[in-house]
């Protein structure tokens, strides 16, 4: 069942309302934390892309068939500029400096769609695990800007946030099997 956008009738969403979060643990054993930080500081432009693998047929009598197999989402944000404070920044520069290349897939990506919930029942999420953030390039002209790459797992729980900020708690919805 489709929930109803928290939009007035023919308002448009606002982008800030598609929100992106990375997450990643800090630390070993039981001192590990969790670390989030929403992107697109400074990001004048960044949207899902969902790479779909279709398969179109026409059959016999000239009628066109597509199947969508896959979808491999990803999200740019170019420029993602070193920026103070930038937690994920200092973690990619520190993985790019010790050319640990493994490492960039071992983060958690929450989509959160403000434009769906409120704050009483919560805003409608996903959560991807096992998630990929590559950076692209280091530099730029007057700026160090190094853009990077989200590409989504496909290994996700939809659910809800309670809030638009990167303390959030996420809740999974409760699957009902049949």
Same mark, same amino acid.
């Given at each position: ?36 930080? $929403? ?6 432009? /960044?949207?899902?892309? @969902?790479?779909?693998?279709?398969? #179109?047929?026409?059959? =016999? +009598? ?48 929450? $989509? ?6 409120? /704050?009483?029942?919560? @805003?409608?999420?996903?959560?991807? #695990?096992?998630?990929? =953030? +590559? ?44």
């Amino acid at each position: 069942m489709a929930t109803e956008f928290n939009l007035a009738t023919n308002q448009r969403a606002e982008r800030k309302l598609l929100i992106t979060v990375a997450e990643w643990s800090e630390g070993t054993g039981t001192s590990a934390t969790q670390v989030r930080e $929403i992107l697109g500081r400074r990001t004048e432009d /960044s949207s899902i892309e @969902y790479n779909p693998d279709i398969e #179109t047929t026409t059959d =016999i +009598l000239g009628i066109n068939y597509t199947d969508v197999n896959k979808t491999q989402p990803q999200q740019d944000f170019d420029p993602y500029l070193i920026l103070g404070g930038s937690k994920l920044g200092a973690k990619l520069n520190d993985i790019r400096r010790r050319n640990a290349l493994s490492e960039l897939d071992q983060f958690t990506v929450y $989509i959160i769609t403000a434009y769906i919930g409120n /704050s009483t029942n919560g @805003y409608e999420a996903e959560k991807h #695990t096992g998630c990929t =953030i +590559l950076y692209t390039a280091l530099g730029g002209d007057s700026n160090v800007n190094m853009p990077i790459s989200v590409y989504l797992s496909n290994n996700s729980v939809t659910g809800t946030v309670d809030k638009l900020s990167d303390d959030f708690a996420f809740t999974a919805d409760v699957s009902v099997g049949g």
